[in-house]
């Protein structure tokens, strides 16, 4: 169940970078650079993170959806924005 959920995460961050794309909030410059292998590593890395900081807290098990797109969203933007 753990691993559904880390691929969740993951596939989570991945759309919230996708939509941080399409609305121009991240630099294409440094996009650019990275690969999408490359890029989905880091957000898995990223995803693992944030099972372990929010696994079992009230806010990962009542509020998931909007505390995985704050994570990404300061994630991508300390990274690639």
């Known amino acids: 169940r753990k691993e559904n959920r880390l691929m969740e995460a993951a596939m989570r961050i ?3 970078f996708d939509d941080m794309w399409y609305t121009q909030h991240v630099n294409p410059d440094i996009t ?5 292998a ?5 957000f898995l890395e990223w995803a693992r993170e944030f099972e372990y900081r929010y696994y079992q807290t009230e806010r990962y098990e009542h509020d998931w959806y909007e505390s995985s797109r ?3 969203e300061a ?4 990274v690639f924005g």
């Open 32 to 36: 650019d650079y990275y690969g999408s």
């Open 38 to 42: 490359e890029r989905y590593g880091i």
């Open 70 to 72: 704050e994570f990404a």
């Open 14 to 16: 991945q759309e919230v």
């Open 75 to 78: 994630k991508i933007k300390e």
